[in-house]
Nanobody
Framework: QVQLVESGGGLVQAGGSLRLSCVAS?????MGWYRQAPGKQRELVAT???????NYAFSVKGRFTISRDNAKNTVYLQMNSLKPEDTAVYYC?????????WGQGTQITVSS
């Protein structure tokens, strides 16, 4: 069972920045970030493969940057120009051999 541990959440004012980190217990092909706001479904934020191919939700393109350090089994999400609508619980997800693993989630709150 792959373990994923997130860190870096918190409270920030609109226009501010935060960086999330997620450490996996082993190497994983694809890692990414998803988020879930109250009353809404969980949605994709960004993903990155071990080869560096990235995918972003339209709502975060140009503001968020996903990256990873394969040697550390760690994925990062740099979030800039944060908006109140970015408020959600952010989850790290790892996908390996068609199996998905999830972190426990970290709260991001953006105040206006």
């Amino acid at each position: 069972q792959v373990q994923l541990v997130e860190s870096g959440g918190g409270l920030v004012q609109a226009g501010g920045s935060l960086r999330l980190s997620c450490v996996a217990s082993e190497s994983i092909f694809s890692m990414g970030w998803y988020r879930q706001a109250p009353g809404k479904q969980r949605e994709l934020v960004a993903t990155i493969t071990s080869g560096g191919n990235t995918n972003y939700a339209f709502s975060v393109k140009g503001r968020f940057t996903i990256s990873r350090d394969n040697a550390k089994n760690t994925v990062y999400l740099q979030m800039n120009s944060l908006k109140p609508e970015d408020t959600a619980v952010y989850y790290c997800r790892g996908t390996s051999f068609s199996r998905n693993f999830w972190g426990q989630g970290t709260q991001i709150t953006v105040s206006s």
